[in-house]
T-cell receptor
Framework: AQTVTQSQPEMSVQEAETVTLSCTYD???????LFWYKQPPSRQMILVIRQEAYKQQNATENRFSVNFQKAAKSFSLKISDSQLGDAAMYFCAYRSRETSGSRLTFGEGTQLTVNP | EPEVTQTPSHQVTQMGQEVILRCVPISNHLYFYWYRQILGQKVEFLVSFYNNEISEKSEIFDDQFSVERPDGSNFTLKIRSTKLEDSAMYFCASSATVLNTEAFFGQGTRLTVV
């Protein structure tokens, strides 16, 4: 079974600064997706960014980018130019690509605080 | 932009009562899911549904739970006899194709069992 671990329960960053959230995972599969979801106080789950394991290039979405290290099974999220609206719980998630419609497996989450 | 819609946003029910949580997935999606998040904890998978049947379920999804797609648009989660520990946020999600693209989540239903 796959597991996802986020070792930072809480992180804080100054507005306009950069912060990196860590995630590691364990799997025996070679083909999968990794995601970062944002959960603001409203508790809705919002997709931030996704990475296909077969792609070597790190995904980027505006101020959000990932550092995907497949051999190390590491998938960190970098938020540049942090904004107050980035404050939220961030979840790392894994999904197999080898089985159709497979479940998402989430990490424990990292609560990000953005200080003005 | 298409979205997953869940109703109600908040449900309060007495212990032992049956509750039905409703979801309208994105219209061209094929895979449907229910997840649960107990307050302060991580999101946990409950069940996935494809082609009008359960494709996978977790150990949480016991005989007290059932899912149904009663028509072409709704996807429901029924809890037969609620317990205090069923209090949680329940998320419905859907994804489009066998290519395993990302799952889109609804806004959640907060279930409170008293």
């Amino acid at each position: 079974a796959q597991t996802v671990t986020q070792s930072q329960p809480e992180m804080s960053v100054q507005e306009a600064e950069t912060v990196t959230l860590s995630c590691t995972y364990d799997t025996s599969e070679s083909d999968y997706y990794l995601f970062w979801y944002k959960q603001p106080p409203s508790r809705q789950m919002i997709l931030v960014i996704r990475q296909e394991a077969y792609k070597q290039q790190n995904a980027t979405e505006n101020r959000f980018s990932v550092n995907f290290q497949k051999a190390a099974k590491s998938f960190s999220l970098k938020i540049s130019d942090s904004q107050l609206g980035d404050a939220a719980m961030y979840f790392c998630a894994y999904r197999s690509r080898e089985t159709s419609g497979s479940r998402l497996t989430f990490g424990e989450g990292t609560q990000l605080t953005v200080n003005p | 932009e298409p979205e997953v819609t869940q109703t109600p946003s908040h449900q309060v029910t007495q212990m032992g009562q049956e509750v039905i949580l409703r979801c309208v997935p994105i219209s061209n999606h094929l895979y449907f899911y229910w997840y649960r998040q107990i307050l302060g904890q991580k999101v946990e998978f409950l069940v996935s549904f494809y082609n009008n049947e359960i494709s996978e379920k977790s150990e949480i999804f016991d005989d007290q739970f059932s899912v149904e797609r009663p028509d072409g648009s709704n996807f429901t989660l029924k809890i037969r006899s609620t317990k205090l520990e069923d209090s949680a946020m329940y998320f419905c999600a859907s994804s489009a194709t066998v290519l395993n693209t990302e799952a889109f989540f609804g806004q959640g239903t907060r279930l409170t069992v008293v």
